[in-house]
């Protein structure tokens, strides 16, 4: 999928197909919000004015790349994951035995479906030492793409949540309930505050 157009992603999300959904757009949000980052270290490396910062904007630009990379594989990965779980509430139902291992492969599905988001918030979240260091540091001149970028970080890491928040509502584990909401509940407290805090240095309140 992060090989296709912009025009032909956006109609595949339009259509009657389940996948690419919530999740899958998470991840494609976080990912602009890396691309941001390191679009604006990029603009900043190169001028001179800039000279003190450059080690700084050169390590950004490794991070971000990398970061970007991340999370448009999570694009493709959170729709397998999604799959899995549809593939598994066709498996049949007939015997006994049959319930039980389709019941087995729903929950490791869910499981999956409900790890993926939080690999999303987490990398998405990685995002926001880079904005900040960028709006404080970075070109001036685009000072506000490294808020726009914080701010796609920010509804990457909410959007994942609410998707792993859905999927733990299924998922009849309740250890690993309790870890991934504990995780869930912790990001999102930092995410809002971060991003407020990244917001508030903006020059143009």
Same mark, same amino acid.
């Given at each position: #999928?992060?090989? #296709?157009?912009?025009?032909?992603?956006?109609?595949?999300?339009?259509? %009657?197909?389940?996948?690419?959904?919530?999740?899958? +757009?998470?991840?494609?949000?976080?990912? +602009?919000?890396?691309?941001?980052?390191?679009? @604006?270290?990029?603009?900043?490396?190169?001028?001179?004015?800039?000279? %003190?910062?450059?080690?700084? #904007? =050169? $390590?950004?630009?490794?991070?971000?790349?990398?970061?970007?990379?991340?999370?448009?594989?999570? +694009?493709?990965?959170?729709?397998?994951?999604?799959?899995? @779980?549809?593939?598994?509430?066709?498996?049949?139902? $007939? =015997?006994?035995?049959?319930?039980?291992?389709?019941?087995?492969? +729903?929950?490791?599905?869910?499981?999956?479906?409900?790890? @993926?988001?939080?690999?999303?918030?987490? =990398?998405?979240?990685?995002?926001?030492?880079?904005? $900040?260091?960028?709006?404080?540091?970075?070109?001036?001149?685009?000072?506000?793409?490294?808020?726009?970028?914080?701010?796609?970080?920010? =509804?990457?890491?909410?959007?994942?949540?609410?998707?792993?928040?859905?999927?733990? %509502?299924?998922?009849?584990?309740? $250890?690993?309930?309790?870890?991934?909401?504990?995780?869930?509940?912790?990001?999102?407290?930092?995410?809002?505050?971060?991003?407020?805090?990244?917001? %508030?240095?903006?020059?143009?309140?």
């Amino acid at each position: #999928m992060k090989n #296709m157009t912009i025009n032909e992603f956006a109609k595949i999300v339009a259509s %009657d197909s389940p996948v690419p959904g919530g999740g899958s +757009i998470a991840a494609l949000c976080g990912a +602009i919000g890396a691309a941001l980052s390191e679009m @604006v270290a990029n603009l900043t490396v190169t001028k001179k004015k800039y000279a %003190d910062s450059k080690e700084e #904007m =050169t $390590e950004i630009i490794n991070k971000a790349s990398l970061l970007r990379e991340k999370l448009l594989n999570y +694009i493709e990965e959170d729709s397998s994951a999604y799959n899995m @779980v549809t593939l598994a509430y066709k498996l049949p139902k $007939e =015997t006994e035995e049959e319930k039980a291992y389709r019941s087995g492969k +729903i929950q490791e599905g869910l499981k999956v479906a409900a790890s @993926v988001p939080l690999k999303v918030a987490e =990398t998405a979240f990685e995002i926001f030492p880079l904005a $900040e260091a960028l709006v404080l540091r970075g070109n001036a001149s685009s000072v506000t793409d490294a808020l726009v970028g914080a701010m796609m970080a920010r =509804t990457g890491v909410l959007s994942a949540i609410l998707n792993i928040r859905i999927n733990l %509502d299924s998922i009849k584990d309740q $250890e690993f309930i309790k870890d991934l909401k504990e995780k869930a509940d912790a990001l999102e407290e930092k995410t809002i505050i971060y991003e407020k805090e990244i917001l %508030d240095l903006s020059p143009f309140k």
